[in-house]
């Protein structure tokens, strides 16, 4: 074995043999008429009005507004599993780096030797893990299938996924303070100077958005003092693009920055803060940022109208899925879910979970 390979089970030792297993965040629903779990490879009826979960075949509700999430589907058999996982870790090192650069990666390689050993034997990795503390055995046999499990099935649905489709196996961040001190708790993280409001994993996140789809305007709702909009253009700037970012506010802030322009508008008035004239005159790429959370279904429907293929849609820090799944519902196709960039910390390990979303018509 490798020296980067015992450095992982050491890791592994130190951390994960106390550590819950759930990838997904949320395993399974339940159903609000009978109480009945519902698996989470099983398909539901979603209910966006009431906010139901329904089995399948006994919708008691009879709003208009719902959906079929169709269940997840799990990976299991190792024979099929642990090439896919091979696979998929090859995959996502780009061909540009080694798995060990990667203490994640060279982990997850344990992960995959381990189930790999119980349908061959290796006398090697065996004896690795001899003298090892027997709680992380016990932890590598109760959880390195089902780790290794859920993350190739997460891979096998692709990178950009129907809305419903992900919400069949809807998991956030484990719990609220989790992901409010995520934005810092000895203070907000900053960008030249003002604080950003965005968590680790956002900040993070944004140039590698902005590396990849090279949006030529970024539009913002909701600016607050203006952190996150300076970061925004500079990132352009950095990507070898011309700044520009249009940010709405009801109450904006008061400075220049070169490819900045702030408006003063309301949301529940949209049609007047980004009237048609202006968003016709914006070049595409597209990057929206929803953050404003006032009236987002309005928002959405005029956006809509001149939004192209390859825009992308964030909505960010709340919980969308009631206007969500109907604007979806009525736009079959249009828009995706980009996986790439909700789960590249984990599994909707963001402010915008199962909300980043790519024009794909």
């Known amino acids: 074995m490798k020296a980067t390979e015992k450095q992982a089970i050491d ?10 297993a759930d990838f997904l965040g949320s395993n399974g629903s339940t159903c609000s008429r009978c109480g009945r779990a519902i698996p989470t490879a099983e398909t539901r009826i979603r209910c966006f009005e009431c906010g139901g979960d329904l089995c399948a075949y006994e919708p008691a509700c009879n709003h208009k507004q719902r959906s079929l999430y169709r269940g997840f ?5 190792p024979a099929e599993l642990i090439p896919l996982a091979r696979k998929h870790l090859a995959d996502a090192c780009y061909d540009r780096f080694h798995v060990n650069d990667s203490i994640w990666f060279s982990g997850f390689t344990v992960f995959i030797n381990y189930l790999e050993n119980r349908v061959t034997p ?6 690795d893990l001899d003298g090892r503390s027997p709680d992380l055995v016990t932890w590598l046999d109760a959880h390195a299938h089902n780790v290794v499990s859920q993350w190739v099935s997460l891979k096998q649905m692709g990178r950009f996924v129907e809305y419903t489709d992900r919400r069949a196996i809807a998991g956030n961040l484990p719990d609220f303070f989790t992901s409010i001190t995520a934005q810092g708790m000895n203070g907000p993280v900053m960008w030249a100077g003002r604080p950003t409001m965005r968590s680790v994993w956002d900040f993070a996140l944004a140039p590698l958005i902005v590396n990849e789809i090279q949006p030529k305007t970024i539009i913002e709702l909701g600016t607050a003092s203006g952190g996150g909009t300076l970061l925004w253009a500079d990132l352009q700037k950095l990507s070898g693009l011309t700044p520009h970012v249009v940010s709405m506010d009801i109450d904006p802030p008061e400075f220049e920055h070169e490819g900045i322009t702030f ?26 940022i929803e953050d404003a959370h006032v009236n987002i279904s309005g928002v959405l429907e005029h956006l809509d109208r001149f939004t192209q293929a390859l825009d992308y849609l964030i909505v960010e820090d709340v919980e969308a899925e009631s206007t969500l799944g109907p604007f979806f519902a009525a736009r079959p ?18 402010c915008a979970p199962d909300q980043i979303f790519r024009r794909a018509q």
């Open 11 to 20: 890791w592994l030792e130190r951390s994960l043999a106390k550590s819950p």
């Open 122 to 127: 290796s006398t090697e990795f065996a004896a």
């Open 73 to 77: 589907p799990l990976i299991e058999d």
């Open 333 to 350: 196709g249009r828009y995706q879910v980009d996986t790439l960039f909700t789960d590249y910390f984990g599994h909707n390990a963001t």
């Open 263 to 288: 408006l003063r508008g309301d949301s529940n008035r949209i049609d007047e803060g980004l009237p048609d004239d202006l968003l016709t005159s914006l070049p595409h790429p597209w990057l929206i």
